[in-house]
């Protein structure tokens, strides 16, 4: 008998939160939405949705939950974003609103909205080697990209676009993930079992 998976909440503050319940049910993790700090205290780990950072940033300050968001992270619980999630996870952020705030933990500067205007949402296959072949179905949405990252920040997968050596666009820094792509818009589960490897290799 396989042990029941562990538990995974997702960020509902905004943002598309239930492709992100789902994707993780199909890799076999309990799937919870957490909007207070009750419920994030119940969850083995954090998934944080895309959508629109600022207005995450906002309402997490109004609500009172940013601090918690903060001191799980800090006290090791996995974390992973997706796009707006990935931006919340960031230490630095570029382009960002002055009084956007983040959750932070990984050791990268991102750039909002990098993509610019002619390619806002584009749906490219990109080589992740940590989820195996064949390349993910990697769809962006006025996605960030990773500019610059510390020493301690593996780099998962990077889009030809920019920089020569390419664009990062998917990292992992100990317990916390980040796609600048929308993997629970895809039906591949290649990313959120991944995840859940990582939150399961943790417990
Ligand atoms: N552009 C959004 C932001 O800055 C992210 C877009 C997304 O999550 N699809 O938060």
């Given at each position: ?82 796009c ?30 990098a993509f610019g205007?002619?390619v806002?949402s584009f749906e490219t296959d990109v080589e992740v ?6 390349d993910f179905p990697a769809v962006f949405?006025?996605a960030p990209w990773v500019e ?7 780099v998962l997968a990077r889009v030809a676009r920019g920089s020569s050596e390419g664009t990062i666009v998917a990292v ?7 796609t600048a792509f929308h ?21």
């Amino acid at each position: 008998m396989t042990p029941p998976g562990p538990v995974v909440g997702v960020l509902s503050l905004q943002g598309d939160v239930r492709e992100h319940l789902q994707a993780l049910q199909a890799a076999d993790a309990r799937a919870v939405p957490v909007g207070s700090a009750e419920s994030l205290a119940s969850v083995d780990a954090l998934v944080i949705p895309g959508g629109e950072s600022t207005t995450m940033s906002k309402l997490a300050l109004a609500d009172g939950l940013m601090d918690p968001l903060r001191r799980a992270r800090a006290s090791g619980m996995p974390m992973y974003g997706s796009c707006a999630g990935m931006i919340m996870l960031a230490d630095r952020i570029l382009d960002a609103r002055p009084d956007q705030e983040a959750i932070g933990g990984i050791d990268m500067t991102v750039r909002r909205n990098a993509f610019g205007r002619q390619v806002d949402s584009f749906e490219t296959d990109v080589e992740v080697p940590a989820v195996g072949s064949p390349d993910f179905p990697a769809v962006f949405i006025r996605a960030p990209w990773v500019e610059e990252v510390g020493a301690e920040v593996e780099v998962l997968a990077r889009v030809a676009r920019g920089s020569s050596e390419g664009t990062i666009v998917a990292v992992r820094q100990g317990s916390l993930l980040a796609t600048a792509f929308h993997p629970e818009l895809t039906g591949d589960t290649r990313i959120h079992e991944l995840f859940v490897d990582m939150v399961r290799k943790r417990a």
